[in-house]
């Protein structure tokens, strides 16, 4: 079908409709061939219109000349229980030039499952009415899967929410930079975001989004706070939400568990990058043997068009908790440790908690992961996140063997060496080659780590170390931003260093320009090693090197799942689960290469 333009009047539209439909199931999809051609060819949309309400639903936008091609269009309607009907429309034709045109539409698994003779099975769910047997990890997930809307019966509201009617039990979190918005239709930038909400497949339905226009920027992240969990007895607790990443910033989704109320917890799934229009389904299994709170974060990626949707978050299996989770108290060293160990049997190989007694592996000792109850096996380890605002080097160290030059014994003063700085205690001058703001903070009251080139000669090196970390995740890396402004900066560099051998990961010289710059070094599974930032000076004193924010990320290492792995996960040799994307990548993502090996 095409348009043929029949007279020069300014508002002309063009309708094509379909017929009228009944009802769609949950997995409903439309696909059709367009063709937008032309220098005033002007845009097109396809609409819903479902009985009984007044506003059309806009599903698709072709909005200017899109080139001489037949371009594929997807859309998803999903579950549309009212009769509906789709009208392609082509408005103001007073200065249309072009060609419109539109072939080979599509419906795809747009019934309802049939019925079934029978329904057997612990995972399987007999619907009351339609008689259709269906997966039971679609009971009670706020979408009618059956028809009938029986899975969907006798649910406890407490334990989902479709944000029709607010955030449910759901909070924002208070420590982030800014909030998800609860809205209806479309989100207010073009090309991304949202057109529809999930739960009625209509922009009369409410989702959440997080907006990433200005003001909000690079990294800036939205974070939403489930209820408060009890660990689930014998049975698994699933969580399954539904989100839409559209646009061609967007950045990423992540979501996290935590037992401790003032921490980031650790990672439990995550997404990066452009999925298409499209709300798409996730289900995780959650297990915990303490108290526990979901996060779901939202980060804002470079520019404006990355906004995040978030819509029907429902948890099954879960039982609510009623007190609250506890937080940690840290002190200058960043936890309260007493003084003498407790009553323990442990042996020499393992180490002990400092509250409790409770023995541990020396591996779990510095491994971003905390093992005992206070965290006392993380404590005299580098921090997880380091932006030295605290005064203090979260763990970073300076080796004195490396402050030995020649033959020569220690000499304190006018080493070059690392030291904590920031812009107020600059002298004169100095800001031309030294920050004169930090990156955390961006003023000058904020702190950093620099290597001060005002001492020392041409050529020295300074190192700054982690404590040995015991083990990392195959995802491990660390992320920091640096600043190299001078006409003498020297290099930086990240080393690896283990017992008897140490290897450069990353390394830049020269100058850089005068602001700061981000850089991420992977580290991936390594086991009893140090991270070392070296500095070596230039010809002169107009070269400092300075770091800030340092981040280790994704670095605990696997914890083998007290269940069996799902058909969507492969099972390595050491019974650790991963997603089977990760197969034959050339990254040992199981810790023991069964992953990459070439049987598979």
């Known amino acids: 079908m095409f348009i043929l333009k029949n007279s020069s009047s300014i508002s002309q539209i063009a309708q094509l409709r379909s017929p009228k439909f009944r009802q769609s199931g949950p997995n409903c999809t439309l696909s059709f061939w367009y063709y937008n051609y032309g220098q005033s060819v002007g845009a097109a949309e396809m609409q819903l ?66 019925p079934a003779l029978s329904c057997e099975g612990p995972s399987r769910f007999w619907c009351r009415d339609t008689k259709a047997c269906i997966d039971s990890l679609l009971v009670c997930d706020l979408v009618d899967n059956c028809g009938d809307g029986s899975d969907e019966d006798n649910c406890n ?16 979190d208070v420590e982030d930079d800014f909030n998800w918005i609860r809205i209806q239709g479309p989100t207010p930038t073009v090309n991304t975001g949202p057109l529809k909400d999930h739960t009625t497949g209509t922009a009369r339905g409410h989702y959440l989004y997080m907006e990433s226009s200005e003001p909000h920027q690079f990294q800036d992240k939205a974070i939403l706070l489930s209820p408060l969990f009890s660990p689930s007895g014998n049975g698994t607790c699933v969580f399954r939400f539904h989100y839409h990443m559209f646009g061609k910033q967007v950045y990423k989704l992540s979501v996290f568990q935590r037992t401790v109320s003032n921490t980031k917890g650790w990672l439990l799934w995550s997404k990066f990058g452009n999925q298409g229009n499209r709300w798409i389904r996730q289900t995780l299994y959650i297990s915990s043997f303490k108290p526990f709170q979901i996060l779901v974060k939202g980060i804002v990626g470079d520019g404006f068009t990355g906004d995040i949707g978030l819509d029907d978050m429902s948890f099954l299996g879960c039982i609510l908790y009623n007190g609250n989770l506890p937080t940690i108290s840290t002190t200058t060293s960043g936890t309260s440790v007493p003084a003498t160990l407790p ?96 990156h955390t903070t961006c003023t000058e009251e904020g702190w950093y780590l620099f290597a001060d080139s005002s001492n020392g000669e041409f050529g020295d090196i300074a190192d700054i170390a982690t404590p040995v970390i015991s083990l990392t995740g ?6 920091f931003w640096n600043h190299m402004n001078g006409s003498t900066i020297g290099s930086l560099e990240v080393l690896c260093k283990t017992r008897n051998k140490t290897s450069k990961l990353w390394t830049q010289s020269g100058s850089q320009g005068p602001q700061w710059n ?44 007290d269940r069996p792995c799902t058909s969507e996960e492969f099972t390595c040799a050491n019974k650790y689960c991963i997603p089977k994307d990760n197969l034959c990548d050339f990254v040992n993502d199981c810790a023991d290469n069964s992953d990459e090996s070439p049987t598979i």
């Open 518 to 561: 981000r850089a991420e070094v992977f580290l991936g599974i390594r086991s009893d090693f140090q991270v070392v930032f070296r500095a070596k000076r230039g010809v002169s004193y107009m070269g400092d090197v300075a770091v800030d924010d340092i981040t280790f990320e994704d670095c605990s290492p696997l914890l083998i799942p």
């Open 49 to 114: 219109l479902v009985d009984g309400l007044k506003q059309p639903t806009v599903l698709w936008r072709a909005y200017y000349n899109m080139g001489n091609q037949w371009l594929k269009a997807v859309i998803q309607l999903g579950r549309l229980p009212r009769p509906f009907q789709l009208s392609l429309d082509k408005i103001s034709l007073g200065f249309y030039d072009g060609v419109s045109a539109i072939d080979d539409i599509t419906f795809e698994n747009c019934a309802l499952p049939p």
């Open 157 to 172: 509201p407490d334990l989902q929410c479709n944000f029709e009617n607010g955030l449910c039990n759901w909070e924002q």
């Open 474 to 479: 195959p995802k491990c890396k660390i992320i």
């Open 343 to 438: 009553m323990n049997n442990c042996t020499e190989e393992e180490f002990v908690c400092r509250a409790s007694g409770h023995c541990i592996q020396m591996i779990q000792k510095c491994d971003f992961r905390p093992d005992c109850s206070d965290k006392s096996d993380e404590s005299a380890c580098v921090t997880e996140v380091c932006d030295f605002e605290d005064k203090t080097q979260c763990g970073w160290y300076q080796p004195a063997s490396e402050q030995m030059s020649g033959n020569y014994s220690i000499r304190t003063t006018n080493v070059f060496k690392w030291e904590l700085g920031r812009g107020a205690n600059l002298y004169p001058e100095q800001e031309k080659h030294c920050p004169s703001v930090d």
